[in-house]
């Protein structure tokens, strides 16, 4: 046996920070990407620019790896499903990702393992949404008129950082998501504390890791702060938490690393909002905090390797996105964000700066939250443009 060849399926960010975490393991990469341009294309030596929904590209670009894996969830099954039937070993296989594609049978194979999740089904048409809001208003016994009671709408394939969900309050607001002609999911809609993230890393042979849970912030629909571990979260909670993303990825055959993007609810429940299986936003903070990275392990699990520790170096870590802004010339902030915080890093992924959109995030950890929080935040503001001192 020598050394592996991954082949991973994406040029993004996260195929590029994972190729870096298997360079001192001496692991092999082969990359298919959208353009030469891509994150991930950058840095990686073997890349094939393709297109991941045509079958021959992806057959093609399988032969000569010892596996395949993903930065992003949407390969088309069928096309994985054929890999396999060829005896491509992907990782995760297509009957775990199906369930972070598709969130119609996310929920339903959820409810069926008896995971708690917002109240759901698929509607037809908007007068099957105003339905499905009386029903929630019946079931609480409230008096509530069905108008203005809000109902999320969600294309149950295709949608990220917010893309492709809805807060609706009225039969006529409904009308947009059917228009792409995609099934639409109907969900309660949370009146949730905060977002927690609960990652879990599971192995062919069935081992399994839990990194802590962590708390993860929003701004306009976008991850913009994660905080590990998650502040003020009962050790009965967290725990529980990690339970259920144990059993997710047990009970779904996830390989890899599993994201359960939970929300947490006032009377202290958590519901499971979705699921990636790759690395994820969420768990960026691992590669500076935790013993493992996120990434590390995430190849470690797709080789079937033993998998690494996950525990937490320092009390608190915390992760800021840094998106794009009005100043294109990122570089020129490390002089002052270096010097200011010396257990700093910055993660940058070779994207240009446009405006909102995630070019980067630093990392840092310290003993004292609200210390720590002011540190990343004002790393990810400054490098962004946004403050000036
Ligand atoms: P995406 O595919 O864009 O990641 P999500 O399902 O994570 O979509 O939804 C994006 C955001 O919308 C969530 O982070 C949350 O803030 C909000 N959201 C989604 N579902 C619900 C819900 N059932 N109740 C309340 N808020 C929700």
Redo the contacts with the bound molecule.
């Keep these: 046996m020598t050394f592996p060849v991954i082949g991973m399926v994406g040029g993004g960010q996260l195929a590029r920070m994972t190729h870096e975490a298997g360079i001192p393991l001496g692991i092999r990469f082969k990359l298919l990407s959208d353009t030469p341009q891509d994150s991930a294309a950058q840095v990686v030596r073997d890349v094939v620019v393709g297109d991941y929904r045509d079958l021959d590209t992806l057959r093609d670009f399988a032969r000569g790896c010892d596996v395949i894996t993903f930065d992003h969830e949407h390969v088309p099954t069928e096309h994985l499903r054929a890999l396999e039937a060829e005896g491509i070993p992907v990782r995760p296989g297509p009957d775990a990702l199906v369930h972070a594609q598709d969130?119609g049978v996310m929920r339903a194979r959820l409810s069926e393992i008896g995971i708690p999740c917002?109240r759901h089904r698929i509607v037809a048409d908007p007068a099957d949404v105003a339905r499905f809001a009386r029903e929630g208003a019946a079931r609480e016994g409230a008096a509530r008129e069905e108008e203005g009671r809000p109902v999320?709408l969600?294309t149950v394939r295709g949608?990220?950082?917010?893309?492709?969900?809805w807060?609706v309050s009225s039969e006529a607001e409904a009308a947009e998501p059917f228009r792409a002609g995609v099934p639409v999911l109907a969900?309660?809609?949370?009146d949730?504390v905060r977002?927690l993230a609960a990652n879990v890393v599971r192995s062919p042979h069935g081992q399994a890791v839990a990194y802590p849970v962590v708390e993860s912030i929003?701004v306009d629909?976008v991850c913009d702060t994660v905080i590990a571990p998650a502040p003020g979260l009962s050790p009965e909670l967290s725990a529980h938490a990690q339970e259920m993303a144990l059993t997710i990825a047990r009970e779904l055959g996830v390989i890899g690393h599993l994201a359960v993007?939970l929300?947490e609810t006032r009377d202290g429940r958590v519901l499971v909002?979705?699921l990636a299986m790759r690395p994820h936003n969420s768990g960026h903070w691992t590669q500076d905090g935790a013993v493992t990275s996120q990434f590390a392990n995430h190849l470690r699990a797709v080789l079937d390797l033993p998998l690494g520790d996950p525990r937490p170096r320092a009390p608190w870590t915390v992760m800021a996105n840094v998106l794009g802004g009005d100043y294109p010339d990122m570089y020129q902030g490390y002089l002052h964000c270096m010097a200011r915080d010396p257990r700093l890093k910055i993660h940058m992924y070779g994207k240009d700066v446009k405006p909102g959109r995630k070019v980067g995030h630093v990392n840092t950890y310290g003993d004292d939250l609200a210390d720590v929080r002011e540190r990343a935040a004002h790393a990810a503001a400054y490098l962004r443009g946004t403050i000036t001192e």
């Design positions: 969130k917002p999320v969600k949608g990220y950082d917010g893309k492709g969900v807060v969900e309660e809609k949370v949730y977002e929003q629909g993007e929300f909002n979705e």
